[in-house]
Structure formats: C-alpha cells, structure tokens
C-alpha cells in the first residue's frame, strides 16, 4: 500500500519559516514525481511545488522565491523549506504522487501564520 505522512507544520509569525517533511512508503520512490499542494479554509486544492524523479522543481507563482522543495531517495522522503512566511499561506499542505495505481494523499499538516 502507498502511505504519504506529513509532518513539519505548525504556527509561526509573519517572515518566519517552517520545513515540511513528506515520508513515502509503498513504492519505489526514487522513480516518483512528488508534489505538495494547500488548501486553505473554503478553497480548492492548489499545487505548490512539484518534483521529477530527477529532482526538478516548478513551483506555483505566489511561493517563488521563498519555497524550496527537495527530497531524500534514501530516506523516501520530501521536504519543503518554506520561508517569509506570509498569512496567506495558512493552509493544510498535502504530499501527493501519482502512479499507474491512482492518485495518493497524506493526511496533511496544518500551516498556521500569524500577522
């Protein structure tokens, strides 16, 4: 079975920052494209970062330049680095991976910024 586990979120102040982390079990991971996405209260689902198998990276507009996602083909895992945090990013991230079997969730983690 495919599991994603987030972890890493929490409350911060406006400018601070936060690193999520994303365990994957279940496949072999270092052939996984992985993403993370948000969504905050009463709005849709929006990508936030996307990483290849060989670790290339887009990122939506609104996280440039302040997000960073990277990943660990050792440890199955993904993080991202998340700085200037702004309230606009108050949000429950979500890790996701596609595969020939469907599309995976985590749990999430909740992103709390305070102004």
């Known amino acids: 079975q495919v599991h994603l586990v987030e972890s890493g979120g929490g409350t911060v102040q406006s400018g601070g920052s936060l690193r999520l982390s994303c365990a994957v079990s279940?496949?072999?991971?270092?052939?996984?494209?992985v993403s993370w996405y948000r969504q905050a209260p009463g709005k849709q689902r929006d990508l936030v970062a996307h990483?290849?198998?060989?670790?290339?990276?887009s990122y939506a507009d609104s996280v440039k330049g302040r997000f960073a996602m990277s990943r660990d083909n050792v440890w199955n895992r993904v993080y991202l680095q998340m700085n200037s945090l702004e309230p606009e990013d108050t949000a429950v991230y979500y890790c996701?991976?596609?595969?020939?079997?469907?599309?995976?969730w985590g749990r999430g983690t909740q992103v709390t910024v305070s102004s």
């Open positions: 279940g496949v072999n991971f270092r052939l996984m494209a």
């Open positions: 996701n991976l596609v595969n020939s079997r469907g599309a995976f």
């Open positions: 990483m290849t198998s060989d670790s290339v990276t």
